[in-house]
């Protein structure tokens, strides 16, 4: 079952993550075949100054093979040389 997890700065409005949160479940039932029952999602607000710790570091730049969408911003992967 899809449990997708949206990490984002505050300020978004309640319908803004409404939008959101619909068009997300309306792609992951067209494209994967599930029905909407089977899919969830969540948003974690993260303050701007702990981005880098709480989300980019472990999230990001710590799992960048697992990305399909890498950001713009901040280093690449974490190099073992």
Do not use: C
């Not at 710790?53 to 999230?59: I, N």
């Amino acid at each position: 079952m899809p449990h997708v997890i949206v990490k984002l700065w505050p300020g978004k409005s309640d319908a803004q993550k409404r939008d959101l949160s619909a068009a997300i479940v309306r792609d992951v039932t067209r494209i994967l075949n599930y029905g909407d029952e089977a899919v969830s999602v969540g948003f974690e607000e993260v303050q701007p100054d702990a981005w880098t710790a709480q989300v980019y570091e472990p999230d990001i730049r710590g799992r960048w093979n697992a990305l399909t969408k890498e950001p713009g911003y901040g280093p690449g992967p974490k190099r073992s040389d």
